[in-house]
């Protein structure tokens, strides 16, 4: 078994696997070890990673990007309304205060957490590392989370992993 390391930043994504020669960064399937931190929503699909960030410039308000910077945070939170004029998409409060991305999915409208966003870049980084360790299913992970996250950014980057699911025991690990 794997050790398998995951990043999720603002603007790239990496997937990393302990071995015996020591740490691997992964290839994704663009041959390449890093993968933008996108998520687009179109009529037919959502698209992740470098496909999200081929189409981002015909399809700007519903390509999602830097949703680490909102993750956590309530969407009243001064650096959420700073944050808010420098992105192209709609960003607006979801029902718990926190903040949610509004965009076009299937022809129609859509909103998500960031949590949840941030959960299908995990997923796509998940499968990545699966497609790496030949057949053998990820049941372990580190997520790497910048030193200066809150305590509730921290516990939303585990519920994001949880809906993923990457961490099953996420909330037990919380507890303990």
Known sequence: MSV????????KCCVALARRGGI??????ESKRETPSVVAFGP???ALGTDGAGGQNMNIKNTLFSLR?????????PAVQAELGKLPFKVSEAADGSCAAEVMYLNEPATFTIERVIAMLLTDLKATAESEMEGSKMEDCV??????????QRKAMLDAAGIAPLLLRAREQLED
């Not at 398998?4 to 603007?11: F, K, P, Q």
């Not at 691997?24 to 399937?29: A, G, I, Y």
């Not at 910077?69 to 939170?77: A, I, P, S």
């Not at 997520?143 to 509730?152: A, K």
């Open 24 to 29: 691997d960064v992964v290839l994704n399937k």
């Open 44 to 46: 037919k699909q959502r």
């Open 143 to 152: 997520i790497s989370i910048p030193s200066y996250y809150t305590e509730v």
């Open 69 to 77: 910077r909102l993750l956590g945070l309530k969407f009243k939170d």
């Open 4 to 11: 398998v390391g995951l990043d999720v930043g603002d603007t």
